[in-house]
């Protein structure tokens, strides 16, 4: 009994640094998860109704760049594009896709793009690239985020009939 009484004393002395603990700081957890969050990457990519079936992430993502890809080459093959500038064959369009998914489109030309008019291919652009499908923003943990990604538009000449 005596070693027991002992031992109890021991491991009460000894228990005692676990009541005395520091609790971090509110602050410190804050910022310890916001450091764990991975910033450059997103939990849903934006989407269009077409490809909101798709189930796996990688798929869902090509759906949604297709259909994108699509919709603007369409929206500009309509267009005298080609036709005023033939040595334009691509455009690079960096899509920015916001929270309240509203899209804005700026066209990105190379810097020694001399052999045509940028405010007036900037102009046809903005003409053109109106009435979207509905585009769902982005997710993180939970919350829409701001999307930007840079899609190479290739500009056809309409078929002459």
């Not at 804050?30 to 991975?38: P, S």
């Not at 090509?62 to 309509?78: A, N, P, R, W, Y």
């Not at 334009?88 to 020694?112: G, R, S, Y």
Request: overall charge positive.
């Amino acid at each position: 009994m005596k070693h027991f009484f002992l031992f109890s004393v021991f491991l009460f002395l000894n228990s005692c640094q676990y009541f005395e603990k520091q609790i971090p700081s509110e602050k410190e957890l804050l910022q310890k998860e916001l450091k764990a969050i991975n910033w450059k990457e997103v939990d849903e990519f934006p989407s269009v109704e077409n490809c909101e079936k798709i189930s796996d992430k990688k798929q869902r993502q090509q759906c949604f760049f297709e259909v994108m890809t699509k919709v603007i080459e369409d929206k500009l093959s309509v267009d005298t594009l080609s036709m005023l500038y033939p040595k334009l064959d691509t455009i690079n369009l960096k899509v920015t896709v916001f929270p309240n998914a509203v899209l804005l489109f700026e066209p990105l030309f190379p810097e020694d793009s001399v052999g045509y008019d940028k405010t007036k291919v900037d102009s046809i652009l903005h003409a053109r690239l109106v009435d979207f499908p509905k585009v769902n923003p982005a997710i993180k943990r939970g919350i829409p985020v701001r999307t930007q990604f840079l899609l190479p538009i290739i500009v056809k000449e309409r078929s002459k009939k």
